[in-house]
């Protein structure tokens, strides 16, 4: 197995997705409470700034009234109503109907003094109705400074705010995610070691079987030998496969062009003494030169399934067919096959058919999750008590 | 013939006019033109305490059905010194017409303008 990604400075994956999850939802969360306050203080602003206006504006009405009255008096006389080159006015009557309006904004007459697409209106009823007037409406324009300066301010304070707000969301996660990624990492640290551990005396086995002189033992040391060999192969296989499922998302992809018919051929000669010991024959169809694009780990981890259930499913004397062409890979063993009703669920994790033959259930899923990794497509056909094809096509 | 038919026409519509004005004129202007207070005047007292054209008509048709002290826009010294009017007899059509004739003649909308 290579060497690990150093997942000791990185962020795990899982990790990774829920500090994503809650810093979104942390700055979700800020943004509408920042939002909130932001608009607050806006209304304080335009009601700080109104009530200046209302002051300017009260002060005018003070003026405008007397020359309405003077004209309501003088109405027979002259019809010129009273302007200002600053502030607009209009008359309205009790029910509501324009009498006269130099406005550029359509007044709301149940407000006093409100802004509306950047013109401001004071509305004043006088004591007495002068030209039928009972509303009179000022307007003056909305000269922005305000808002400027509120727009200002929000980019001034309010980024910054902002920032130190999520600053401070990241570092309480990590506060909050700091006991979980410690025990993550002792118990990755822990599998790392023991798996390590594992396999350093499992290879020492497997390389020193490889160079026992055979010429020079008998016939009874060889099948011992044999054994041990098929032993030890058994526990590597079981090794990789656990390191594979438990260190999946770690383990590192470098996917080349790999010549499956080749690596078919030597993972067979791998598996020949187990499958000696059940005196199973192989029988290859292999077209050579097969190429696909896959990490050369994976395509071994691939193949390894398929032909070691072949062998721990077969009957004794059985035979495993096994077929490559251009576009697929079928392993067919003359095994104990699988109830129809059960082919659905062939590769769940740790589900296992057959309780005699031992293993974990996790070959066919190791083969499912390879294949969903790299697009691949399988299809398994099976006879009970005749035979199970697994094919992968691609 | 189609020059005698539009002098007919206009000759109506002159008739029609001065009827009309005539219900005002015959029933308003005749006794208002002696008083103290003009016309204009008083329909200014009525806008000004009665605001809308709906609402000054109101009050006017009240007053002239039921004149009566409470109803008058009128300063307490002009109605001691000149009393309360009599009720009209003027039927409430031809009332309704006196006062928008009356209403048309002196109202604001329209009329102001900006130097």
Redesign the interface.
Known sequence: MRALKNSDTKLLRSEKKTFIAFLLLYAFFSVVILTFIAFLYYNFQKDLMLQKKREFLQNYSKTFIPKLKKLHRNFSKTHIYPTDKDIRTAIYDSDRVKIFSLLKVKPDLNKVLYRKNREIHFIKEPEEYYLGAKYIVFEIDDDGVWLKDFYKKIIFYGLPLFVLVIAVGYFLMRLFLKPMRDTLLLLDRFIKDTTHELNTPVSAILANIETIDRQNLSEKNIKKINRINIAAKTISNIYQDLTYLILNHKLQKEDEDVNISNLLKDRCEYFKEIAKSKKINFIFDIKNNIQIRIDKNRAVKLIDNLISNAIKYNKINGKIKITLKENFLSVKDSGIGIKNEKLDKIFDRYKRFNEISGGFGIGLNIVWMIAKEYNLNIEVDSKEGEYTEVRVSW | MVKKILILFFGVFLILLSAKENIYQRNCVKCHKNQAVSL?KLF?RY??????????KQALVSYLKTPSYFKTVMPKGYINRYGIKLPTRLSDKELKKAIDIYWNKYK??G?????
């Open positions: 204009d200014y806008l000004l305490k009665y605001s809308s054209e709906k609402r000054v604001v909308f009329k102001l303008r900006v130097k």
